[in-house]
């Protein structure tokens, strides 16, 4: 969707050309409504495992607007290392850069009913681990053939696969209400203001075009909120309350909620920052290809992850959480056509006054925890969708069953056991050192390293008869001998 009054052919495809300033302002605002909502919830599900969140009550409820206010803050700087670069930081493409869902299955069992003294060792995790993250830049060019789409695709599936129950209690009424046996848990006025989100975000994503369609989830919880305002599931009071409880102008707090050093938390981060590295790899290349129709050169990779663990260590400091690459915007380059990344450091700029106005995280929390959950169960559904496009790219071998199987069994068997066992009550690893047991809750770094090694030790083909004997005669009949997915 080109525009020559935007640029010719030429132009749109230079990431240094820039668009007259009328065109670009909104250009690089479009790129941060797309990717609003995602930024922003990481912070909520975070402050809601901790015990301060939505609906919670504690006198740490506050802290929830500045977690959101450094989510807005410091996605903007990555963004910028991204755009405007730093010597080898930054890949100088229309990158936008955002708060990863990806390591939330890490966060939560750091902080789990803790309240705002389990971030300590959480934000030592991600400065610790964002360090490392930058590291990776030096060899992530060499690290990819360890992480094919058989392993990045059983990762990114069991992240949204943790997540998907987040999205279901939020619109129920939210985790304190169920936490607390309240009768309104579940209730037609919860679950209606979830739906209207999700009729409406659905009814613009496929009926609708251009930006509508592009943020269709924020426009879907606009709605809601207005319902819940209509029904009165939120008063105009508690509005206003927020707006005027929230400064004008604030710059964030260094090292606001301490620092801690935990090896679960730093463990599970470095390991983390391999996949997200990977998913940075292929959003670069998906901005090039899609954007100017060429390769992404070992430079604009490197430099990519380079901004990516920059722009997490800084965050770590005032109480950011992990940024990573925007993979929704890479499609809104290719809607839109302009691979300028001025406009995308308009967007950059944007999204930083906004975290310096505390009002307008404000106004962010007054959003209630049923109509966040509406959108958020599309959100984390199409994580889910995400991984399974990607292991749509494995060549399903056999052997590749057998290796997807056994880390989906551990990683999911130990996910569903854990995470769901009463407080109190014994699980599968509450012998296991209080590390290990941490790093094995989510499920996910158990099966992502089977997949590795199995993946990495495996001999490229198995005989019919080792496979048939485990599947009950249900094992795949092609592809034989190919190799366990493509790089």
């Keep these: 969707m080109t525009d020559d009054r935007i640029g010719t052919p030429e132009q749109l495809r230079d990431p240094d050309y820039t668009p007259a300033l009328h065109r670009a302002i909104p250009l690089g ?24 969140g939505f609906g919670s009550n504690s006198p740490d409820f506050p802290e929830l607007l500045y977690l959101i206010q450094m989510s807005m803050l410091f996605a903007g700087v990555a963004t910028l290392l991204q755009t405007v670069t730093l010597g080898p930081v930054g890949a100088a493409l229309p990158i936008v850069q955002g708060t990863s869902f990806a390591f939330i299955p890490i966060m939560i069992p750091l902080v789990a009913g803790k309240g705002v003294d389990g971030l300590a060792a959480m934000f030592g ?37 943790a997540l998907v129950k987040v999205g279901i209690e939020y619109a129920a009424g939210g985790v304190p209400a169920k936490v607390g046996g309240s009768e309104s848990y579940g209730s037609w ?15 613009l994503k496929f009926f609708a075009r251009g930006m509508l369609s592009i943020s269709a989830v924020l426009v879907g919880i606009a709605a809601g909120y207005v319902y819940a305002l209509a029904t009165g599931l939120l008063t105009v009071g508690a509005i206003a309350s927020s707006w005027n409880g929230a400064a004008a102008f604030a710059l964030p707090d260094p090292f606001r909620y301490g620092f801690e050093f935990s090896a679960a938390a730093v463990i599970g981060f470095c390991l983390m920052a391999f996949v ?31 901004a990516d663990g920059i722009g997490t ?17 890479v499609g809104l380059i290719a809607m839109t056509g302009v691979m300028s990344r001025h406009v995308v450091t308009i967007g950059a700029i944007f999204l930083i006054l906004c975290g310096l106005m505390p009002k307008v995280g404000g106004v962010i929390r007054t959003v209630p925890i049923e109509v966040l959950g509406g959108g958020v169960i599309v959100m984390f559904g199409m994580v889910v969708a995400s991984g399974v496009s990607m292991l749509s790219d494995v060549d399903w071998t056999r ?49 992502a390293l089977i997949a590795i090694v199995l993946n990495l030790v495996l001999p490229q083909d198995l005989a019919e008869e080792s496979t048939e004997e485990v599947s009950g005669g249900m094992a795949g009949h092609h592809g034989e001998g190919v190799q366990g997915g493509r790089a």
């Design 29 to 52: 605002i479009q790129h941060v409504l797309a990717m609003f909502v995602s930024n922003v919830t990481p912070a909520i599900i975070v402050a809601g495992a901790a015990g301060f």
């Design 125 to 161: 995790g991600v400065m610790l681990g964002g360090i490392f993250h930058a590291f990776l830049g030096t060899i992530v060019g060499r690290i990819r053939f360890a992480l094919p789409p058989l392993v990045t695709g059983l990762v990114v599936t069991m992240i949204g696969l």
């Design 189 to 203: 006025a919860s679950w209606s203001a979830a739906l209207v989100v999700l009729t409406v975000t659905l009814g």
């Design 276 to 306: 997200s590295a990977v998913e940075t790899v292929g959003d670069v290349s998906g901005i090039t290809k899609g954007g100017a129709g060429r390769e992404a050169t070992d430079r604009e990779i490197a430099g990519a992850t380079y």
């Design 313 to 329: 260590a800084i965050a770590g400091i005032f109480g950011g959480l992990p940024n990573t690459s925007f993979s929704q915007n």
């Design 399 to 447: 052997r590749n069953m057998v290796i997807f199987a056994v880390a989906l069994s551990f990683g999911l068997g130990l996910q569903l056991e854990v995470l769901n066992v009463p407080a109190g009550a014994p699980n599968a690893l509450q012998h296991l050192p209080d590390t290990l047991r941490i790093l094995g809750a989510s499920g996910i770094l158990p099966a």
